[in-house]
């Protein structure tokens, strides 16, 4: 009898350290996580001098997208647009890796190009607003 209290105790001290370790690893997690949030996605919009009216249609929404998205504030959305064929321009293109008229989402350095996907929706707002959405999302889960 007395080595079965012995080894009962021995069991129950033994689970209920293990339960104790558990917790205190999944709270660790979910603080990790909390962190790894970024501050600001850029939305950089590359033109030239000379623009048709798609062109000039892209910028438009996608500043009034911009503005949308941080009246939701889940995250800080900024809006550029880069004339091509100003000297100071190239050395930001360069960095994110664009060679000409562009609409490119950045968020923690890394580049998502939606140009094809906003010159094809250029009228439609809501679709640009998902576009620049979708490829924050993305950059956010590949983090």
Known sequence: MKHFLTIATALVMIFGSLSLNAQTVASSKSSVEVKSAPTKVEVL??????????????????????????????LEYSFKALNMDDADTKPVAQKNKVDGQALVVVVDGKVTDITGASFMNAKDLSKIKDEIKKAADKALVKK
Request: aromatic share 10%; glycine share 0%.
């Open 45 to 74: 919009y590359f033109h030239y001098t000379r623009r048709c009216v798609t062109c000039k249609t892209v910028e438009e929404n996608s500043k009034i997208a911009v503005d949308q998205l941080n009246s939701e504030k889940k």
